[in-house]
């Protein structure tokens, strides 16, 4: 139930493109759900987060859709960039520790 | 405020070493967590500190780790008689008490040969 599931394990798209991360979880009691960002040999980078009281938030080029009856989330990277590709987890956390509950990663390259 | 930081940024010791990390969490953040990433895997917790006080450790931290916070300030993650399994990068994540977003450092990297 503490399970937070991520797809596609990797992702490859052209400049300009719009790559579409996924994650779905159990627990209901998940209140927060971010996502981050991570290069090679670098910590994690917080992009966007969202509650489950909104269905979607946009923050540049990123977007977060949020479908609170179906238990999923994903992540939307408007005109991506070869500079955007990294790995990118998605993460949930509730509770009074708010301990993140991470993917298992999608790995993005964008092609120039 | 120049972020979360975290000593040593690599460390390889041999199996049976004992080896300590330090992290320096943002001034004013009273949460403190640790995790555990390795290789393809998303980080997973470890433990969880507010102020000094660690209220939260994971089944994950075996009797051979140990962390601490004393004072409140930065933290240390010890691990004791360390296993070719417990190589890894260590992760820490600072946030306010009252917000949710945690700001990672940039890691230690272990490699236990």
């Known amino acids: 139930q503490q399970q937070v599931k991520q797809s596609p394990q990797s992702l490859i798209v052209q400049k300009g493109g719009i790559p579409i991360i996924n994650c779905a979880y159990e627990?209901?009691?998940?209140?927060?759900f971010p996502w981050y960002q991570q290069f090679p040999g670098k910590g994690p980078a917080l992009l966007i987060a969202?509650?489950?009281?909104?269905s979607e938030k946009k923050e540049g080029r990123f977007t977060i859709s949020f479908n609170k009856s179906a238990k999923q989330f994903s992540l939307h990277i408007m005109d991506s960039q070869p500079g955007d590709s990294a790995t990118y987890f998605c993460?949930?956390?509730?509770?009074?520790?708010?301990?993140?509950?991470f993917g298992t990663g999608t790995l993005l390259a964008v092609q120039p | 405020d120049t972020g979360v930081s975290q000593d040593p940024r690599h460390k390889i010791t041999k199996r049976g070493q004992n080896v300590t990390f330090r992290c320096d969490p943002i001034s004013e953040h009273n949460r403190l967590y640790w995790y555990r990433q390795t290789l393809g895997q998303g980080p997973e917790f470890l433990t969880y500190f507010q102020n000094e006080a660690q209220l939260e450790k994971s089944r994950l931290l075996s009797d051979r780790f140990s962390a601490e916070r004393p004072k409140g300030s930065f933290s240390t993650l010890e691990i004791q008689r360390t296993e070719q399994g417990d190589s890894a990068m260590y992760l820490c994540?600072?946030?306010?008490?009252?917000?949710?977003?945690?700001?990672f450092g940039p890691g230690t990297r272990l490699l236990v040969l």
């Open positions: 994540a600072s946030s306010l008490v009252l917000g949710e977003t945690q700001y």
């Open positions: 993460a949930a956390s509730g509770g009074a520790t708010n301990k993140l509950i």
């Open positions: 627990n209901t009691a998940f209140d927060y």
């Open positions: 969202i509650r489950p009281d909104v």
